[in-house]
């Protein structure tokens, strides 16, 4: 039973872990562009972002 929990665990992780790296990546894609002062795309990153998490 521990062993299925710490694998649920680690799994779970692994998934924040990604998904935060996509958003970090996703916003140095957007300062690159130089479009990142505009809300829309701005909110959209970081709404997408924290819907992941849950």
Same mark, same amino acid.
């Given at each position: 039973m $521990?062993? %299925?929990c @710490?694998?649920e %665990?680690s !799994?779970?992780?692994v $998934?924040? #872990?990604e998904? #935060?790296?996509?958003y *970090?990546?996703? @916003?140095t894609e @957007? /300062?690159k !562009?130089k ?5 829309? /795309? #701005?909110?959209?990153c *970081? !709404?997408?972002?924290?819907l992941? @998490?849950?």
């Open positions: $521990k062993v %299925i @710490l694998i %665990i !799994s779970c992780l $998934k924040h #872990t998904v #935060t790296q996509k *970090i990546s996703e @916003l @957007l /300062k !562009s479009d990142y002062m505009q809300p829309d /795309k #701005t909110y959209f *970081i !709404s997408y972002f924290l992941r @998490l849950l």
